[in-house]
């Protein structure tokens, strides 16, 4: 089966403008996450979904940050503006049901700078 | 708060030396469920095991093995007989489960392992 599928790899953008990530997850899985991870910092918590609707979000660390789920497939993740701090790697990851009993399986991840 | 401590930032060994990377965690749940991630310098964070809190014996798969000790909050990871390939970040991870019933993973801040020839 496909792993989880993000979308781009790398990202350099300038301080002020808007980028959007995207995840495709394994077909079938429900949940979606994403996690992001500042430089030199442990990976955290952003956000949860299951199918279209936000379970918990209560890693979002501000209102620049825009997560959308349509249909309860792919995500996207819109950062508008960018600020130099939200630099780091965003990994999405997708799991079949909500507790970990049968693991969770990461995407490489989205390397974001903001210059 | 649920948290995990790694307390190694980098790790350097020769190969075919054996290395344990140490992680130790703190939870208010009764039932959780522990992991280990590799992140080679590819990127992606590969799944190498999930034990669930109930279950405290020790698994062995190939060169790795894991050490659940609930005494002590730990879930040590074993490499034996290093190899260059092992060089990667490493993260341990605890699950939490949020107000909303659902679950989230909270991560160390890993530990890096550099195998030289």
Redo the contacts between chains.
Sequence with gaps: EAGVTQFP?HSVIEKGQTVTLRCDPISGHD?L?W?RRVM??????LL?F?KESK??E??MPNNRFLAERTGGTYSTLKVQPAELEDSG?Y?C?SSLD????R???????T?LTVV | AQKVTQAQTEISVVEKEDVTLDCVYETRDTTYYLFWYKQPPSGELVFLIRRNSFDEQNEISGRYSWNFQKSTSSFNFTITASQVVDSAVYFCALSETTQGGSEKLVFGKGTKLTVNP
Excluded at chain 1, 40 to 45: Q, W
Excluded at chain 1, 98 to 101: C, I, V
């Design positions: 790899s949940n996450y996690y030199g910092k442990e990976i955290k918590f949860h299951v379970q918990d209560s890693g790697v990994f990851a909500r507790q970990g009993g693991g969770y399986t990461f995407g490489s991840g390397r």
